[in-house]
């Protein structure tokens, strides 16, 4: 288990792992079988969004690598995989996709270059 919280000096902060315990049959139970699978766990990991490619993109290339190890590296939490948006988000400066024709079903137009893309979001990932 690791922690991290704002406000606190938790930062990737190693923990002890959770017990449950059941306290009376009215609590909320979480019960968990490894003996019976239903799904399969690929890895885990976060979003690489467009705010987070400029913030990254920002920083001193050595801050870059810390932060690198931290998420991906053997010492830091071992994210195995990544979420990319298509076309602008939330996070993102400004709202932007890759096909602005109106009825390009065939996607003629849609930029295989990605070009918005191109200056922090590629690199970053």
Known sequence: LIQTSQGTIDRLSPKNDLQFETVNKYSNIIKISTKNTHQTIHGFGAAFTEA?????????????????????????????????????CDFCVESYNFDNV??????KYFDMNVTHDQRTMIPFM
């Open 52 to 88: 987070a490619s400029i913030n990254f993109a920002a920083m001193n290339p050595i801050i870059q690598e810390e932060i690198l190890e931290a998420y991906f590296g053997k010492t830091g939490i071992q994210y195995s995989t990544g979420r990319v948006h298509m076309n602008s």
């Open 102 to 107: 109106t009825g390009d079903n065939e996607l």
